[in-house]
């Protein structure tokens, strides 16, 4: 293949370009908050399950707190009408009346009963609430934390998108009238060797594997005419020649 030394020039200010926003994506892709982010949403996610136990239990033991509620005041009531009962004489059977009396006592042990369970469901439902509030306050850390990473992600991706729409726009003028066979066989190579597709000769080496050119090599190179396209015997990358290739 032939091309115009002065195009085959160009070309390693296209692949500059070139690894330059290969570079620039790479920065975008692994950015430090990306990780941060990451590491900050399964952490939250974790006390976010935590928070969803504990809320359920919450639910669960107010509901049980009613219950206790609910069942001492029936008791309660139910003492109250025998107690007023009795105090009004409404009870004058002797029997009766013995056997309102100990039912009282039943009451009153039963009420007692009672209210330990609702005192035991009461420092169990405190207890949950407690651990509720304390998942809800660190939720609300982890939000805090996610958007000031998220902002910082964001100020640094705008500013690294900013270098790439510069460095695209600066690579579309150093293609412009390139030779299309030149350009296609570059685009190939880059592709198949890493992102770098052309290379410097420069100081009796390649740029792009670092091999070393011996004298009979160079003094071939020096002979071959200036447009011919020259390809790396090692990498097999194109090689383009420059005014430090010490030839």
Same mark, same amino acid.
């Given at each position: 293949?032939?091309?115009?030394?002065?195009?085959?020039?160009?070309?390693?200010?296209?692949?500059?370009?070139?690894?330059?926003?290969?570079?620039?994506?790479?920065?975008?892709?692994?950015?430090?908050?990306?990780?941060?982010?990451?590491?900050?949403?399964?952490?939250?996610?974790?006390?976010?399950?935590?928070?969803?136990?504990?809320?359920?239990?919450?639910?669960?033991?107010?509901?049980?707190?009613?219950?206790?509620?609910?069942?001492?005041? =029936?008791?309660?009531?139910?003492?109250?009408?025998?107690?007023?009962?009795?105090?009004?004489?409404?009870?004058?059977?002797?029997?009766?009346?013995?056997?309102?009396?100990?039912?009282?006592?039943?009451?009153?042990?039963?009420?007692?009963?009672?209210?330990?369970?609702?005192?035991?469901?009461?420092?169990?439902?405190?207890?949950?609430?407690?651990?509720?509030?304390?998942?809800?306050? =660190?939720?609300?850390?982890?939000?805090?934390?996610?958007?000031?990473?998220?902002?910082?992600?964001?100020?640094?991706?705008?500013?690294?998108?900013? =270098?790439?729409?510069?460095?695209?726009?600066?690579?579309?003028?150093?293609?412009?009238?390139?030779?299309?066979?030149?350009?296609?066989?570059?685009?190939?190579?880059?592709?198949?060797?890493?992102?770098?597709?052309?290379?410097?000769?420069?100081?009796?080496?390649?740029?792009?594997?670092?091999?070393?050119?011996?004298?009979?090599?160079?003094?071939?190179?020096?002979?071959?005419?200036?447009?011919?396209?020259?390809?790396?015997?090692?990498?097999?990358?194109?090689?383009?020649?420059?005014?430090?290739?010490?030839?």
């Amino acid at each position: 293949m032939k091309a115009d030394p002065f195009a085959q020039l160009k070309l390693l200010d296209v692949q500059e370009l070139d690894s330059r926003q290969d570079q620039l994506r790479h920065r975008l892709s692994t950015l430090p908050q990306i990780a941060e982010l990451k590491e900050l949403t399964a952490q939250r996610r974790t006390v976010e399950d935590r928070a969803a136990d504990a809320r359920i239990l919450v639910d669960d033991l107010t509901r049980e707190q009613k219950r206790s509620d609910a069942d001492v005041e =029936q008791v309660k009531a139910r003492r109250k009408r025998d107690q007023d009962r009795m105090d009004q004489g409404l009870i004058t059977n002797p029997k009766d009346l013995e056997r309102m009396q100990s039912e009282l006592v039943s009451l009153e042990r039963r009420i007692s009963e009672l209210e330990d369970i609702e005192l035991e469901v009461m420092e169990k439902l405190e207890e949950a609430q407690g651990d509720l509030d304390g998942f809800t306050r =660190q939720l609300a850390e982890y939000d805090e934390k996610i958007a000031a990473a998220t902002s910082t992600r964001d100020e640094a991706a705008a500013e690294i998108e900013q =270098q790439l729409a510069e460095a695209a726009a600066k690579r579309q003028q150093a293609a412009d009238g390139m030779p299309e066979d030149l350009m296609t066989l570059y685009t190939r190579l880059r592709e198949q060797k890493g992102g770098v597709g052309a290379a410097a000769l420069r100081a009796r080496s390649c740029g792009g594997c670092s091999l070393q050119l011996n004298s009979s090599e160079l003094a071939d190179i020096a002979k071959t005419p200036s447009d011919e396209v020259l390809r790396c015997e090692e990498c097999n990358r194109i090689l383009v020649r420059t005014s430090e290739s010490g030839i």
